[in-house]
């Protein structure tokens, strides 16, 4: 039998997807599981996306331009322009989600065998992406023990070497749900400037900033305009993670340029979520206060449940709609695995995502699992009573 290549031996499993076989087999024995190990929001689409979809007059779904329909990019630049990012529509690249935005920036910026430094806990895909283009993870670890902070300007230019092309972050953070302020992102800015590097932010959560707290876009900063590269997604935004749309946005014409030579190889974005992206920029800002709100409510009573826990803590997030948490048992894998195997309360049991996944160091996050509060508040209780059982249960509790 011919072997699989050595990126596909070394390609890590996904945490959020790996335990859908244990939680489809949990259904099929007739239990409830609640699904926390993903971030697919429960919030309806917008009206004026689903009927622009709807109202298709098209005779034709051919392919659009590579970078994008036009009227959407240009539609998209002045949606940036009223936050205050002032870009040309030019600057942006419309992409298969944002996932593929970030796998562009890579390609686009980096050789294989550069590095790329990020904080971890990281969006776990970011692993993924890194081995399908060749280039090397850097971490730089921030603990639970305070509250997943950004870790001090000395400890990331101690792992700056002379294959290093660029930072990443993710703000607000996915899986932590930390939202990094001015005054870090101005530090990173002062790190990037100095060792020429590229910034890439990750600001597909940018609407879900809580108590009080805004958003600071990467795109803001002065004196490296053209080492920014922005990734944006419409996924969470407007709850449209089906349509697969994303965006990749820099003033450096060199690198929007190289991406287009890239985008130009799989032909062009999908057609149907383009139509859906556009119309979704005149959502109205009611639903966006709407949602704020709700997850509000549903932070608060997630992080409250799992604090009052017995040897459970879990960092109260500022942003995004995940929450990283430390749990008395002695592997998380295989806790996430036996109380979907093994467990059930009341006929119900619960779906998350390990922690291990979700570090580029091994054998970091073995006791910490990510939850992303999408549930209503009614099944966030059952899902939180469930887990408080499951935890007095397990054989390998600590």
């Given at each position: 039998m011919p072997s699989i290549s050595a990126r596909g031996k070394v390609m890590p499993a996904s945490p959020i997807r790996k335990l859908i076989p244990f939680a489809e087999e949990a259904v099929r024995k007739g239990l409830k599981v609640y699904k926390l190990n993903i971030g697919q929001p429960d919030i309806p689409t917008p009206a004026v996306a689903l009927e622009a979809v709807r109202n298709i007059s098209l005779k034709v779904l051919e392919y659009s331009h590579s970078a994008g329909n036009e009227s959407y990019r240009r539609k998209l630049a002045g949606f940036y322009r009223s936050i205050g990012i002032e870009v040309d529509y030019t600057d942006i690249l419309i992409t298969t989600g944002g996932s593929e935005a970030v796998m562009f920036a890579m390609l686009t910026c980096l050789d294989p065998g550069d590095e790329i430094i990020t904080s971890e806990p990281l969006y776990a895909n970011y692993n993924g992406f890194a081995v399908s283009t060749g280039v090397k993870i850097v971490p730089v670890t921030s603990s639970i023990a305070n509250d997943f902070a950004l870790p001090g300007v000395e400890e990331i230019e101690k792992k700056i070497t002379s294959r290093t092309r660029a930072i990443l972050v993710c703000n607000p953070n996915n899986p932590t749900g930390y939202l990094y302020s001015r005054e870090e992102l101005s530090r990173l800015r002062d790190i990037v400037k100095k060792h020429n590097l590229y910034l890439f932010s990750?600001?597909?959560?940018?609407?879900?900033?809580?108590?009080?707290?805004?958003?600071?876009?990467?795109?803001?900063?002065?004196?490296?305009?053209?080492?920014?590269?922005?990734?944006?997604?419409?996924?969470?935004?407007?709850?449209?993670?089906?349509?697969?749309?994303?965006?990749?946005?820099?003033?450096?014409?060199?690198?929007?340029?190289?991406?287009?030579?890239?985008?130009?190889?799989?032909?062009?974005?999908?057609?149907?979520?383009?139509?859906?992206?556009?119309?979704?920029?005149?959502?109205?800002?009611?639903?966006?206060?709407?949602?704020?709100?709700?997850?509000?409510?549903?932070?608060?009573?997630?992080?409250?449940?799992?604090?009052n826990m017995p040897g459970v803590y879990c960092p109260k997030p500022r942003g995004a709609f995940y929450a990283m948490a430390r749990l008395p048992v002695d592997d998380a894998d295989s806790f996430a695995r036996w109380i979907l195997e093994m467990f059930e309360y009341k006929k119900q049991t619960v779906l998350l995502a390990p922690g291990s996944g979700f570090y580029s160091t091994p054998g970091l996050g073995k006791n910490e699992v990510r939850i992303a509060y999408v549930l209503n508040t009614n099944d966030l209780k059952n899902a939180m009573e469930t887990l408080a059982e499951a935890l007095k249960a397990y054989p390998g509790r600590v």
């Open positions: 990750d600001e597909a959560y940018r609407e879900f900033c809580y108590d009080g707290e805004e958003h600071f876009s990467a795109m803001k900063l002065d004196g490296i305009e053209e080492n920014v590269v922005l990734i944006d997604s419409v996924s969470k935004r407007y709850s449209e993670c089906g349509v697969r749309i994303g965006a990749l946005i820099t003033r450096n014409r060199n690198v929007i340029e190289a991406a287009l030579r890239i985008a130009q190889s799989r032909l062009s974005p999908p057609g149907l979520g383009q139509i859906a992206g556009e119309a979704s920029i005149d959502t109205p800002p009611d639903y966006f206060r709407e949602i704020n709100r709700e997850y509000t409510l549903r932070r608060n009573f997630m992080v409250d449940a799992l604090n």
